[in-house]
């Protein structure tokens, strides 16, 4: 018979040997050393640029100057829109559609494009709830957040693809 202590690590020991079977990794990003340091360009004040920092970050590289850097990620313009896409009653929208996108480009440290300007979109559809309008506001606040994290990831994986060594691509 095992006791509580071991029924909790072996329990533990098989939901980690389920998890890696099934191929489930943490969603992390790693550049393997192809680039050590980056910059930001273009409009830096745009409201990706700070969750594409920590992002970087969170992969192990390091911010510094344009002039420093190995990779420039340029960012051009975004833009946010939401949208009806139905009703209910007294024609009332009953859910929208927001989407937010980013313009972009990726040079290297001599300033050579190596990815040319890109839009990069994320939407989705949410509910409005006429009976919990601080809720509904909350959840909107939250989704955009969540589209602006998918548009930080779509970047983030490009400056991977784009500085992986011809080995290590597939």
């Known amino acids: 018979m095992l006791n509580r202590a071991e029924l909790t690590r072996a329990t533990c020991l098989c939901v980690v040997l389920l998890l890696a079977s099934c191929g489930f990794q943490l969603r992390s990003y790693n550049f ?25 970050r969170q992969a192990g590289l390091q911010e510094v100057e344009v002039n420093e850097a ?44 190596l990815a040319p300007a890109i839009w990069v979109e994320r939407q989705r559809v949410f509910r409005i709830d006429s009976d919990n309008i601080v809720g509904s506001s ?29 080995s290590n691509a597939g």
């Open 32 to 56: 393997g050393g192809a680039v050590e340091r980056y910059a930001l360009a273009g409009k830096t004040q745009l409201g990706v640029a700070a969750p594409l920092r920590t992002g970087l």
């Open 70 to 113: 190995e990779l420039i990620v340029e960012l051009l313009d975004q833009r946010r829109e939401r949208r009806s896409v139905s009703t209910a009653g007294r024609a009332r929208a009953a859910e929208y559609e927001s989407s937010y996108a980013v313009l972009y480009r990726l040079l290297d440290g001599q300033g050579e494009e």
């Open 138 to 166: 909350e959840e909107q606040a939250l989704l955009e957040r969540e589209l602006m994290s998918d548009v930080v990831g779509q970047i983030i994986r490009a400056m991977d693809a784009v500085t992986r060594p011809a």
